[in-house]
């Protein structure tokens, strides 16, 4: 007979479910609040209660703070506090969020970088927006913006208490800032002192620095690029229209599992054939494209179809590029 499971074993399995489907087809957004929500809806889906949803603000006074009490195995307990998640936090998370500039975050070093998501990651986490999975949550926005930043971050190269422990020690530090009290003061310094002097505590900004690495960008990859002709579309909005197919798939389609795809249409759209015809990179990426006509076209005509590698350079074939060569005086 197979083992029986409770409640909360099953929605924890399913939500691992979801974020294993996220590996293969993450949610785009702009790493604003709404795209942290998605994402706790998303792998909290099979909770529809809780998924996606703020927890209710927490009525606190005197010398209370919210708090939950973490069990370590062998150690004890350790009692971390959030935020009451009032009117205030929210706004806080906002700020948090908006502050996040993903071009910046491009020209960091690996120190500087992981330096950003600690900070980006202890301040949603003291903030804790959800009824559940916050955590889980994190975990997968954080890696997907390092991702699109242009690191790898696998918190997979650290154990599960190291990153509770971490995690842990940053909320209760900045609950400490904001204590109000000498006896909330008091409390939470016991409990930051206990966390450090664990055997296996090492600071979050270490944590990412260990599991981050650089992305390479594969400029062997190849993508066949195709435009073809969409009748039903063109007459509906009467412009020529045509699908961006990529390896025979739909731009938009393909974009949700290949994160070097965004790139490659970049420098697609910086050919000079497309830049004449108004294409942009946001039309590529839309899978659609409706094309200018030319002033020396009688009629409105699709692009050339090519072969790109992952930067978006044209990849020629081997004959013209040998006739280019020829042309420039190579010896073959």
Not at 248 to 254: E, N
Not at 256 to 277: F, M, P, T
Request: aromatic share 8%; hydrophobic share 30%.
């Amino acid at each position: 007979m197979g083992k029986g499971y409770s409640e909360e074993e099953i929605k924890d399995k399913l939500s691992f479910i979801r974020l294993s489907e996220l590996r293969e087809n993450p949610i785009k957004g702009n790493f604003d609040l709404e795209h942290l929500k998605k994402l706790n809806g998303y792998i909290f889906q099979d909770s529809p209660d809780v998924a996606g949803k703020f927890r209710p603000e927490v009525k606190i006074s005197g010398n209370e703070l919210w708090q939950k009490v973490r069990s370590y195995s062998g150690f004890g307990s350790i009692t971390v506090c959030y935020s009451p998640m009032d009117s205030k936090s929210i706004k806080e998370a906002e700020s948090v969020l908006n502050s996040v500039n993903i071009e910046r975050l491009k020209t960091l070093d690996k120190s500087e970088f992981a330096k950003e998501i600690a900070s980006i990651y202890k301040k949603l986490d003291y903030i804790h927006p959800f009824p559940d999975g916050n955590s889980r949550t994190l975990r997968e926005f954080t890696r997907t913006l390092s991702e699109e930043a242009g690191f790898k971050l696998d918190w997979a190269k650290s154990t599960q208490t190291e990153v509770y422990l971490a995690r842990d020690f940053e909320v209760n530090s900045i609950s400490l800032l904001r204590a109000s009290t000498p006896t909330q003061k008091m409390a939470l310094q016991d409990e930051i002192d206990a966390i450090r002097y664990h055997k296996e505590y090492k600071p979050l900004e270490k944590i990412i620095e260990c599991s981050l690495s650089k992305l390479s960008v594969e400029q062997s990859k190849v993508y066949k690029i195709e435009f073809s002709f969409n009748k039903e579309l063109s007459e509906k909005i009467g412009k020529k229209s045509y699908d961006v197919l990529v390896n025979g798939i739909k731009s938009d389609v393909l974009l949700k599992r290949d994160n070097q795809l965004s790139k490659a249409l970049e420098g697609l759209a910086n050919h000079k054939d497309l830049r004449e015809k108004g294409i942009s990179a946001e039309s590529l990426k839309s899978g659609t494209i409706q094309p200018l006509m030319l002033p020396n076209e009688f009629k409105v005509n699709r692009p050339e179809n090519r072969k790109i590698d992952a930067l978006g350079s044209k990849i020629e074939s081997k004959s013209t590029s040998d006739l280019q060569k020829k042309s420039k005086g190579f010896s073959l």
